[in-house]
């Protein structure tokens, strides 16, 4: 069953600055044919904003704004206020103001673990839609977990052009290939066309550009990207260069330690912003979804685990 909606609302339009566009290589490339390969490049549809089920969404145990008492709401507040104080979105003035200026701000997040079914695309899905509804912060979620995409399926929306189309041709417009939600400032960016060496093209000048140019389109938007596991790829690891902060989920009483170790080792040369949570922990009769989120310190041996008592930071 598919959730779009055939209502009348204007999609995300796009607001690439010219000088961030990608330079094309060929620049023997006569000005006449250079023209029409502009003509050419292919039209993003219009998609029509998107309707979430939020009852079917709730059954699956994930994030909906009409219970704003329930015990995710009350995790995922404590994990978004966190992680937005990591990246300097909560901070005053001059920080804040840091934030604002394209180039500064940590507006990119990957979603990342070991390795699959401990809960990315939960929480991927979850922290989106979180901030979007609940603190109506812009946010796009993006997924880049090209193998094994799952948040389409997961929000019912139809298949359709995305991440790996953009990685494939710059000259299609990221912000034209979102969904856009009709109840919140969240657009969605799917996987798009299945492409079998997600690898090689995540590592490439024009990946590179994309992200930059995500970033950039609007400096107070939140991205999140649900990013393949560690240990599965190199995926993530190539992903984690452009991320201004990576939240890694461990699955709590089932991802190895040692698993953990070895995938946060390949993670932080590469990017030190590392944020852990453990998903599924148990805690009190009721249980929990996020038991623990902590900044992952270097200098300690073992991942720090204390639990998020979501009340006392307001
Ligand atoms: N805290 C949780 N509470 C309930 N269900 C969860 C939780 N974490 C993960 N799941 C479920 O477990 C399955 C695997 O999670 P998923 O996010 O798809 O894993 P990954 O993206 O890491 O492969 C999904 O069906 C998801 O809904
Ligand atoms: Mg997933």
Not at 90 to 111: C, D, H, M
Not at 239 to 259: C, G, H, Q, R, W
Request: charged content about 25%; aromatic content about 6%; overall charge neutral.
């Amino acid at each position: 069953m598919s959730l779009i909606e055939k209502a009348g609302a204007t999609v995300l339009k796009g607001s690439f600055d010219k000088k961030d566009a990608p330079k094309t290589k060929n620049k023997k490339k006569p000005v006449a044919l250079a023209a029409a390969a502009e003509a050419e490049a292919p039209a993003p549809p219009e998609r029509e904003p998107f309707d979430l089920d939020f009852a079917a969404l709730s059954k699956e145990g994930i994030y909906s704004p009409e219970d704003r008492s329930s015990q995710l709401a009350l995790e995922l507040r404590a994990v978004k206020r966190r992680l937005l104080r990591r990246i300097g979105y909560l901070r005053a003035s001059a920080e804040r103001q840091a934030f604002r200026t394209p180039g500064k701000q940590r507006n990119l997040i990957l979603v990342t673990s070991t390795r699959a079914g401990e809960g990315k695309t939960f929480t991927a899905i979850n922290l989106a839609l979180s901030l979007a509804f609940e603190d109506q912060i812009e946010t796009l979620l993006v997924d880049a977990d090209l193998a094994r995409p799952k948040v389409r399926e997961r929000l019912a929306l139809p298949a359709a052009p995305g991440l790996a189309d953009r990685l494939l041709d710059p000259r299609r417009d990221v912000e034209a290939m979102g969904w856009r939600s009709n109840a919140a400032p969240l657009s969605v960016l799917p996987e798009g066309d299945r492409f079998d060496r997600p690898a090689d093209i995540f590592a490439s000048q024009k990946a590179q550009e994309m992200w930059t140019d995500i970033a950039r389109a609007n400096p107070n938007r939140l991205v999140i990207i649900d990013a393949p596991p560690v240990l599965a790829a190199t995926d993530a690891v190539i992903l984690a260069k452009y991320a201004d902060e990576i939240v890694f989920v461990v699955e709590a009483n089932s991802t190895p330690e040692a698993a953990v170790a070895a995938a946060v080792d390949e993670l932080i040369d590469i990017n030190p912003n590392i944020s852990l949570m453990l998903n599924r922990c148990q805690i009190g009769a009721g249980g929990a979804h996020y038991g623990s989120y902590e900044y992952y310190d270097r200098s300690e041996a073992a991942p720090a685990s204390a639990a998020a008592t979501p009340s006392s930071e307001g």
